[in-house]
């Protein structure tokens, strides 16, 4: 359960999609740390690293995120 109000979750999900390039409602793992960035959050590359359980860098090119699965990690 989030603590953003509906409000707030609907701005998040807006930016969110910028952050879309497939148009599949995912981001790239390695967008993760900017995305948060525009929440307005400033979480360094290592936390950001251990949000996503220490991906490799393959993974880090290779897996995405959808918005419901992001939205926790804030």
Same mark, same amino acid.
């Given at each position: ?11 998040? *999900?807006d930016l969110f999609t910028l952050f879309d390039r497939?148009?599949?409602? *995912?981001?790239?793992? $390695? +967008?993760?740390?900017?995305?948060m960035r525009a929440f307005g959050y400033t979480p360094?590359?290592?936390?950001? $690293? *251990?949000?996503?359980? %220490?991906?490799? *860098? +393959?993974?880090?090119? %290779? ?12």
């Amino acid at each position: 359960m989030s603590n953003f109000t509906d409000e707030q979750v609907n701005e998040f *999900k807006d930016l969110f999609t910028l952050f879309d390039r497939s148009g599949e409602e *995912k981001i790239a793992y $390695h +967008d993760v740390g900017e995305c948060m960035r525009a929440f307005g959050y400033t979480p360094t590359n290592e936390e950001v $690293h *251990k949000i996503l359980n %220490s991906p490799s *860098k +393959d993974d880090m090119k %290779s897996r995405f995120v959808t918005f419901n699965e992001f939205l926790p990690m804030l």
